[in-house]
């Protein structure tokens, strides 16, 4: 008898697991759309930790496009994007740089303008186009140099 107890609060506890695991998935998909269409969402998505994937590089009428992963470079880079405004660009895990970064609408296209301004006054400040698209955040010059990053952690 008590072997049947078991048995069957194993199968409610197995059971419940299976029917909770989509409900989990489906949490991680609504923090990540597949499309970002404001820049309220893009400052909300964008907060995290983001991990370099690769760079494509490919200049109008260049020919063959060139990729560079944190392999083929031997360094990883990682920015980090926190709620109040503030990020970090790390390299190899201890190089950083810090700033603070702007997002806007871009005139241009539909897509927006990141602006990370150096805390440090001798750097330059930075100004790209950026694409929140499918779980990537894109950073662009638009003329042929494209970097992609991956989620690695959320919100700070």
Known sequence: MENSIKNTLFQLLTAGTFFCLPLLGGCQKAELPDEVNTVEEARRVIVGEWEWERTEINYRGQGNTIYETPDTENKTIQYVFRKD????????????????????????????????????????????????YNGNLILTNRLGVSSYYIRKAKQL
Do not use: C, M, W
């Open 85 to 132: 405004g503030t990020a970090a660009k790390i390299e190899n895990g201890k190089d950083s740089i810090d700033y603070n970064f702007e997002i806007e609408e871009s005139l241009e296209s539909s897509d927006f303008h990141l602006t990370l301004s150096p805390k440090d006054i001798n750097i330059q400040v930075s100004r790209t186009f950026l694409i929140l």
